[in-house]
């Protein structure tokens, strides 16, 4: 199997990841401050789907520290039953579209707290990260 050349994207330095955790801890903190449900996941424990606020280091080089919103089991669940049995794109069922409104909501609101708590903040990569918000440092 020595003929396979896969160019696996490299992993942040044990330094940076530690810088990450902080900014993690970090913005938990602020996002629970103002009164969000906000929780850390490690490696070792996955979010479980829990809804709220998922505050994450992702290890890759380019990666960085990045806050996704979980919504509650039952909407998820309502939107992933319907995608799996098949919908027209142009008359998308209320069910998705109500899933989409809040996740696109819910990111917006905690881009503009973590900005007005002293982060810089972005939209992640949609392709990579989906609607998720990169925390990349504090504003100075």
Known sequence: MSGYNFDLPSKASPEVIAE???LADEACRALVRAGISAYRE???????????AHVRVDPLADGGVLVDWNTHAELTAAAVDLLERGVDPSHLPREIRHFETVQTCMRDAVLGILASAGFQVEKADAHSYGSAVQVKGFTH
């Open 20 to 22: 990450r955790e902080q």
């Open 42 to 52: 490690n490696l070792d424990e996955p979010s479980g789907g829990r809804p709220g």
